[in-house]
């Protein structure tokens, strides 16, 4: 997986492709993605994004914008769940031309500019999810790594280890510690600082509101 999402290059289509991978945790990740990606093409398609909601490196999310996002799912019916969901999926791309006003309708609604903007508070939030994510695993991995060494280290102290595992203790702690080197070599950023603090801030409130579309 590429260190930078190139969001510059592919607009929006960005926002609704971080959907995609964070559908793909349970059954179906295949079909899942591949609804995803079809919804995302169509989508940046039919709008020309504004310089900001296409570069992850610029802010965009505020409080104001998260707050809004996080209400709007608490409605029954979000028209943009429809793009996601099978069968309907299909018929959502159909007629995408004829549903820009309902997607605009139910954006504005909420408080945003039109669905590119709703669209691309999405795409922030399901990519700061992705970042925090990997930063959490990223830490607990090292942390397992690190208990690895400590528990081999003290093996090695065994006056009547056998030769074969000393070789396999000494291999693990070089290995490990490689690893953990390579972990924490600093990253290229994925998006901008700002923006994944916010989501953090909201992650609690984001997985609750986000659970009936991450089940689907």
């Known amino acids: 997986m590429k260190s930078r999402v190139r969001c510059h290059e592919i607009g929006i289509l960005v926002g609704v492709s971080a959907l995609a991978l964070v559908m793909t945790t349970g059954c179906g990740k295949a079909r899942d993605a591949e609804r995803a990606m079809s919804a ?12 900001a909601q296409n570069d992850y490196m610029q802010a965009y999310l505020t409080d104001e914008k998260m707050a809004k996002f996080i209400s709007s799912l ?42 590119a903007d709703y669209m691309a508070v999405w ?10 994510g990997s930063e959490e695993m990223t830490k607990s991995m090292i942390t397992s790594m690190e208990e690895a060494i400590k528990s081999a280290e003290e093996s090695l ?7 074969e595992w000393k070789k396999m203790y000494e291999q693990q702690i070089v290995d490990s510690r490689k690893s953990i080197e390579d972990m924490q070599k600093p990253q290229e950023a994925t ?25 689907n």
């Open 40 to 51: 995302a093409k169509a989508i940046s398609e039919t709008v020309t994004p504004s310089d």
């Open 74 to 115: 608490q409605e029954e019916i979000n028209p943009f769940e429809a793009l996601f969901k099978e069968g309907g999926q299909a018929r959502g791309m159909a007629d995408l031309q004829n549903r820009i006003e309902e997607f605009n309708g139910y954006a504005r609604k909420h408080g945003f500019a039109d669905y």
């Open 123 to 132: 795409g922030r939030i399901m990519v700061g999810e992705m970042v925090i």
């Open 157 to 163: 102290q065994k006056p009547d280890l056998d030769p």
């Open 191 to 215: 998006m901008n600082a700002a923006d994944v603090a916010l989501v953090a801030k909201y992650i609690t409130q984001l997985e609750e509101a986000t659970k009936k579309f991450k089940n």
